[in-house]
Nanobody, 127 residues
Framework: QVQLVESGGGLVQAGGSLRLSCAAS????????MGWFRQAPGKEREFVAA????????RYANSVKGRFTISRDNAKNTVSLQMSSLKPEDTAVYYC????????????????????WGQGTQVTVSS
């Protein structure tokens, strides 16, 4: 399995931006499709964005489309989530996930296809 560590969370005002990063170690990073999920207090974990192994295909939740951008750097074993125009409803713990040998990003909206998860990073957006 691959080990994942998220970073970049913090407190930001509404309308601001943050960039989350997820560093991977262990198995070959390019063998994994990657995704970001988030979980707010009292709510279930929800899909945010996913990217295939080479970055050629991405998918976003409707709630973040046009505001968030997922990218990856296979040479550095990292996946990032650039978040702009943040809203208070974006407040959550954000988790990075890895799905081994998954080709279609469409299925990555479902947590059960993921093999590894990071510990999460808190994002708080104040109004």
């Amino acid at each position: 399995q691959v080990q994942l560590v998220e970073s970049g969370g913090g407190l930001v005002q509404a309308g601001g931006s943050l960039r989350l990063s997820c560093a991977a170690s262990g198995r070959t990073f390019s063998s994994y499709a990657m995704g970001w999920f988030r979980q707010a207090p009292g709510k279930e974990r929800e899909f945010v964005a996913a990217i295939n192994w080479n970055g050629g295909s991405t998918r976003y939740a409707n709630s973040v489309k046009g505001r968030f951008t997922i990218s990856r750097d296979n040479a550095k074993n990292t996946v990032s989530l650039q978040m702009s125009s943040l809203k208070p409803e974006d407040t959550a713990v954000y988790y990075c996930g890895a799905a081994y040998s998954v080709q279609a990003v469409d299925i990555m909206i479902t947590p059960r296809f993921y093999d590894s998860w990071g510990q999460g990073t808190q994002v708080t957006v104040s109004s």
